[in-house]
């Protein structure tokens, strides 16, 4: 265990950066989601919160995710907040991810961080931070990984989000609470590329038939990681 983390860590320092002339790219000010967290506050104000729930979190991919339509017999509560990065999402950990004390953790983020210029070893670090947060405080909570998905509108940065998914993929499989969803091969058409009739004008979000292939590549990891959460201990 120790070897492949040390190897893991190697292989994050060695992924070369997008951004690779200059200094590596700060952090945006998280303050920029004000409104949008105050807006789940006021929602959760006026409406009762689901106990051990399914908690959505990340970027524009999880706000835009119908997610109750998706899986309308679980606890589902969505906090995606869009053009957010690994760091916002730690940064208001203590409100859209802490006080829901989720049963399972659906992740998806690292998207806009590598179009920012962040490196995928930047991005696996920040991810295991995030893990970090969350098993401190809440040691029994499930975490499952969305792969970085790819679209035509950042596709050149297809190879560094590639890289981002393998180091998370692998640092995944060392314990029993991580997971990785592999959502991101099931938008590639034949030929190798996205298939933009999955993405909407943009061709960076899914449409409604990019989150149906996403509900149908994650609905039975889900299930798995459900049924497995209770029988075995953190």
Do not use: C
Not at 32 to 61: C, M, Q, Y
Request: charged content about 25%.
């Amino acid at each position: 265990m120790l070897l492949r983390r040390t190897l893991l860590l190697l292989i994050s320092l060695v992924v070369p950066s997008v951004s690779l002339a200059g200094n590596p790219p700060a952090d945006p000010d998280p303050n920029r989601f004000a409104k949008e967290i105050g807006a789940f506050r006021d929602l959760d104000s006026k409406n009762s919160v689901p106990a051990d729930p399914v908690l959505f979190l990340g970027s524009s991919s999880i706000r835009l995710w119908r997610t109750h339509d998706s899986f309308p017999v679980l606890p589902v509560i969505n906090r995606g907040f869009g053009g957010s990065h690994i760091s916002d999402v730690i940064y208001f950990a203590e409100r859209v991810l802490l006080p829901y004390k989720p049963r399972v953790i659906v992740f998806y983020a690292g998207d806009n961080d590598i179009a920012a210029g962040k490196s995928a070893g930047r991005v696996f670090d920040d991810y295991r931070r995030f893990v970090d947060l969350v098993h401190q405080r809440l040691p029994a909570t499930r975490i499952i990984f969305l792969a970085i998905k790819p679209s035509t509108q950042r596709w050149s940065l297809w190879p560094e989000m590639k890289r981002a998914n393998e180091l998370i993929q692998a640092f995944s499989q060392e314990d029993q609470r991580r997971f990785f969803a592999d959502v991101a091969t099931p938008l590639l058409g034949p030929d190798g590329t996205p298939d933009d009739s999955l993405f909407l004008e943009d061709k960076l979000h899914l449409n409604s038939k990019g989150y149906e292939v996403w509900t149908r590549a994650l609905g039975p990891l889900l299930q798995k990681v459900l049924d497995s959460r209770d029988a075995v201990s953190p």
